[in-house]
């Protein structure tokens, strides 16, 4: 991409250990050709294990702590998923705190698989059409949401995806939203 249309938009990426790998690393290298500055948010310092389904692959180094992140320094966030990643993230109150941040503030989450989790947990989808992994679609519809079977879902603020096979689709719509909330945030 010659174009940096996402230049220095500030990415928080929240995960913890066991996360989907390509559910991270795709997003955030499309993101960071985008000209995007992502950086890595996790409950605890140090490094994040990833997973390739259920096979530990490499860790992933953690730029700031869910403690030291602050929601207003950031224009974005990224939602990696995961089913241990998400199943642990959505109990830690900074992670809902910080969603629900972004989410007052209108500002522009997107999120694949097993990641809508947090925002349940968050108490953020009644009243949101999006997508994620099959298997958390009760989830979603029992905290108020509609799930949609579809590649890639735009609610307002959010984009969603199922699972790694949408991933082209969905960096697709997340460079799209992000740089729609960067011109609104500009006053574009």
Same mark, same amino acid.
């Given at each position: 991409m010659s174009?940096?249309?996402?230049?220095e938009l500030r990415v928080a990426i929240l995960v913890t250990d066991d996360f989907e790998q390509v559910e991270l690393e795709e997003p955030r290298k +499309? $993101? &960071?050709e985008a000209g995007a500055k992502t950086s890595v948010i996790a409950p605890k310092a140090g490094k994040v294990q990833a997973m390739k389904h259920d096979e530990k692959t490499h860790k992933v180094a953690v730029?700031?702590?869910l403690a030291e992140?602050? !929601?207003? &320094? =950031?224009? +974005?966030? $990224?939602? !990696?998923?995961g089913a241990m990643n998400a199943d642990s993230l959505r109990m830690e109150p900074k992670a809902r705190a910080f969603v629900q941040s972004f989410d007052r503030a209108?500002? !522009?989450?997107? =999120?694949i698989c097993h990641a809508p989790w947090l925002l349940v947990s968050a108490g953020l989808v009644k009243g949101r059409t999006l997508s994620g992994y099959h298997t958390i679609q009760d989830d979603i519809r029992n905290a108020g949401g509609k799930w949609k079977d579809e590649e890639v879902v735009r609610d307002g603020n959010w984009v969603s995806s199922?699972? !790694?096979? &949408?991933i082209p689709a969905f960096n697709k719509e997340m460079i799209a939203l992000f740089s729609e909330g960067r011109a609104k945030a500009k006053g574009v």
């Open positions: 174009e940096k249309i996402l230049k +499309a $993101l &960071d730029d700031l702590t992140a602050k !929601p207003e &320094d =950031f224009d +974005a966030v $990224l939602l !990696p998923g209108k500002k !522009p989450i997107a =999120f199922r699972q !790694p096979s &949408d």
